[in-house]
C-alpha cells in the first residue's frame, strides 16, 4: 500500500491547436484537490513536466520527501511515459511505481465547454490515476539463459520457408509435421499454375 504520490502538471501554452493544458484547465486548483486525496503526501505544478528542470525536481522530491508512487498529470504517455519511467527508475523507484494521467488529450484537446468543466474532469482523472497507483507492484526483471534453438510446427510451405530461413541464420532448427511427409498441400499437387511447374 503507498502512502506517497507527487502530481505534476503541465501548464505550458503550445503551438498545437495554440493551447495546452494550463489554458483550459486550472491546474493550480487540481493541484489543490489532489493534495487533499487519501495518501497524497506531495503536489506540485510545472510549466513543462518533462523537461530536465522537471524532471529533475520529481528526483529530488522522491528523495527528500520518500516517495513511493508517482502519479504525473501531463501531456500524453506515448510519448513521454518512457522518460518517466526511467526518471523514476533512476531516483531508486521501480518503474512501475509510476502512474501517467493523460491531462492533454484526454481533457484539453478535446475543448470541454467550460474551463470549470474541464478542471472537473482533470480532477476525477488524477482520482483515478491515484487510485490506480494504490494497485501498482513491481515486476522484478528475470535474466534467463535461453536455448538457440527454434521448433517450427507445420511441414507446409510456410513452415518449410520459415526453417530454412532461420536455420539460415544460424540457429538449430526443427521442423514438424502431423503427416510422415512435408510439403503440405503442395505436395498433393502435381503441377502449379501458371507455370505448370512440378509442384514437388
Known amino acids: 500500500m503507498f502512502t506517497s504520490a507527487l502530481c505534476g502538471f503541465s501548464s505550458k501554452k503550445s503551438r498545437v491547436r495554440g493551447v495546452n493544458i494550463g ?9 489543490e484537490y489532489a493534495k487533499n486525496l487519501p495518501n497524497v503526501v506531495l503536489t506540485k505544478t510545472s510549466t513543462f513536466t518533462c523537461s530536465e528542470p522537471g524532471q529533475k525536481t520529481i528526483a529530488e522530491d522522491i528523495v527528500n520527501h520518500n516517495l513511493n508512487r508517482i502519479v504525473v498529470g501531463a501531456c500524453t504517455p ?10 523514476v527508475e533512476s531516483a531508486g523507484l521501480s518503474p512501475y511505481y509510476f502512474q501517467m494521467v493523460n ?8 475543448n470541454p465547454t467550460t474551463r470549470e468543466d474541464a478542471t ?16 501498482l507492484d513491481d ?16 511441414g507446409g510451405i510456410g513452415g518449410i520457408s520459415a526453417a530454412l530461413a532461420i536455420g539460415n541464420a544460424g540457429y538449430k532448427t526443427y ?24 509442384a514437388i
Request: some cysteine; hydrophobic content about 45%.
Open 23 to 31: 489554458a483550459v484547465v486550472d491546474v493550480e486548483q487540481v493541484a
Open 78 to 87: 506515448k510519448i513521454h511515459e518512457p522518460t518517466y519511467r526511467a526518471l
Open 103 to 110: 491531462l492533454r488529450e484526454q481533457v484539453s484537446f478535446v
Open 120 to 135: 472537473e474532469k482533470a480532477k476525477a482523472l488524477i482520482t483515478a490515476g491515484v487510485e490506480r497507483a494504490l494497485l
Open 139 to 154: 515486476v522484478p526483471v528475470k535474466e534467463m539463459d535461453v536455448t538457440k534453438e527454434v521448433l517450427v510446427i507445420g
Open 175 to 198: 521442423l514438424v509435421d502431423a503427416l510422415p511427409s512435408i510439403g503440405g498441400k503442395m505436395a498433393q499437387l502435381d503441377r502449379t499454375f501458371p507455370t505448370d511447374d512440378c
